[in-house]
């Protein structure tokens, strides 16, 4: 019997979201292995680590075109396809890796085609597709799929790292191509759905009553428009807003600002800080140890903020986040000793996914969801960039001066610029232009 004749005892959001786990815990592992593999390749091909850090930064500016464009084809034809092409190109440039010989193989294969990939199997799509699938309890599901991309780089970086060690970057690119192109494809064939309406379902909590749970009991056609006819005042009645009437909005470009801070901060430490810990006298195994610790802290902080929004909002853990950060930077600039590097590892942790959470409930909250997947898609290129031009200099202040204290120094500063532009986000509701000007 059909989900619209007969409830299923478990909401189908629940199977999404655990699909949506598996595919993040496997493909957080293949994208930070890139921080395992630097000295390897420094060693084997003689590259500098600004060299290096340039086919990062390739990765990232495609992977942030990509995320725009996979987010506009999520929004037109739903998630399935978008995950299957995007895991052939994923898994494709992984597997070309292990037979290149020069730096612009490096740059086309990695940088381009595996970050062409890169940007529709990741947390933004997965946030939105969660973000559809759930209204109650938003912030709680998509930081339970989101759990998967930390636990897969604390489960999967140390497995990577020993492969790399024991036979090779190119063995274990070769690994990580054929685990993801299998796992993704049997999920996004068998279980991914973008829509609770092609099962008769609500978005779970959707019209359940104040107070109540809103269980995600299935809907037939007719009950789900019932419960969501337009009201003469309330929020099922205000249209989404559309990416260029969000970006009319004061509030988008301080969100815009703070992505872009916080993806230089993301991506400089993951690509850099096994090679900085080595620089100081720790193992490369020890610092493997470090980046997948600060994986699982990264799920703490994105279970310990999934509730807080549901509870304060997104401006509190925004705020909170670079707090922290600040922090960090000034104490691993001043500090350099192993426990130093320990404590930044699992601090910054704690802050690495808190805006990758918040950018689909903050936009849902702003926006509405109508265009959710092409707005997050906007705001993660602006992190992807961000990230991609932070890690590269990075690379570039460490061959010019043989240490890392620049690029600490200034990533301090920008955390506190980030700081200070939460504190000019409305938090509310924004209209379309339709119902009255935008808030500003």
């Known amino acids: 019997m059909t989900p619209s004749h007969r409830p299923p005892r478990l909401f189908y959001g629940w199977y999404v979201l655990a699909a949506s786990f598996v595919i993040l815990f496997l493909n957080s592992g293949g994208r930070n292995v890139i921080g395992v593999m630097v000295k390897p390749m420094q060693d084997e091909f003689g590259w500098g680590r600004g060299a290096i850090s340039a086919a990062v ?38 597997a070309l890796m292990a037979t290149m010989h020069s730096l612009w193989e490096f740059i086309a294969y990695y940088g381009i085609l595996n970050a062409a990939g890169l940007g529709g199997i ?9 973000g559809n699938w759930f209204q109650k309890r938003r912030g709680l599901a998509v930081s339970l799929a989101l759990a998967g991309s930390c ?18 970057w190119r063995v274990t690119s070769l690994w990580i191509a ?34 109540g749970d809103g269980g995600g009991a299935a809907r037939t056609p007719a009950a789900a428009s019932s419960d969501t006819r337009p009201a003469p005042s309330g929020a099922g009645a205000i249209r989404g807003l559309t990416l260029s009437e969000a970006l009319r909005t004061r509030s988008l470009w301080m969100f815009t600002i703070i992505m872009f801070v916080c993806g ?37 902080g994105v279970l310990l ?47 690495f996914l808190v805006t ?69 986000i409305r938090e509310k509701r924004h209209l379309p232009p339709a119902g009255r000007l935008p808030a500003r």
């Not at 509405?368 to 602006?382: A, D, K, M």
Request: proline share 4%; glycine share 14%; net charge neutral.
């Open 57 to 94: 930064f390739v990765n990232l500016a495609v992977y942030a075109l990509a995320s725009i464009i996979t987010g506009r084809l999520y929004d037109r034809f739903g998630p399935k396809w978008v995950i299957v092409w995007s895991s052939i190109l994923f898994s494709a440039g992984f």
């Open 122 to 130: 990741t947390v933004p799509i997965f946030g939105s597709i969660i």
């Open 151 to 168: 636990l897969g780089q604390f489960a999967l970086v140390p497995v990577f790292s020993t492969m790399v060690i024991g036979s090779g």
């Open 178 to 211: 054929g685990l993801s192109v299998a796992l993704n494809l049997a999920l996004a064939f068998g279980v991914v759905r973008g829509d609770p309406a092609s099962f008769g379902l609500s978005p779970y909590g959707a019209g359940a009553p104040k107070g």
């Open 264 to 300: 230089g901060g993301d991506y400089l430490v993951t690509t850099h800080l096994i090679a900085m810990a080595t620089d100081y006298g720790i193992s490369a195994g020890t610092g493997a140890a470090m980046l997948a610790w600060l994986g699982l802290l990264a799920m703490g």
């Open 305 to 351: 903020t999934g509730p807080a929004v549901d509870a304060i909002g997104n401006k509190i853990p925004i705020a909170v986040t670079f707090v922290l950060r600040v922090a960090l930077f000034i104490a691993l600039f001043v500090f350099k000793e192993p426990a130093s590097f320990w404590v930044f590892s699992l601090g910054f942790g704690l802050t």
């Open 356 to 424: 990758a959470l918040l950018t689909p409930t903050l936009v849902a909250d702003l926006y509405g969801v109508t265009h959710l997947g092409f707005i997050s898609g906007f705001i993660t290129t602006v992190h992807m960039f961000g990230g991609g031009l932070w890690t590269y200099l990075g690379g570039v202040m460490f061959d010019r001066s043989g240490n890392y204290d620049l690029a600490l120094v200034v990533s301090a500063v920008m955390s506190g610029v980030a700081l200070i532009c939460t504190f000019f």
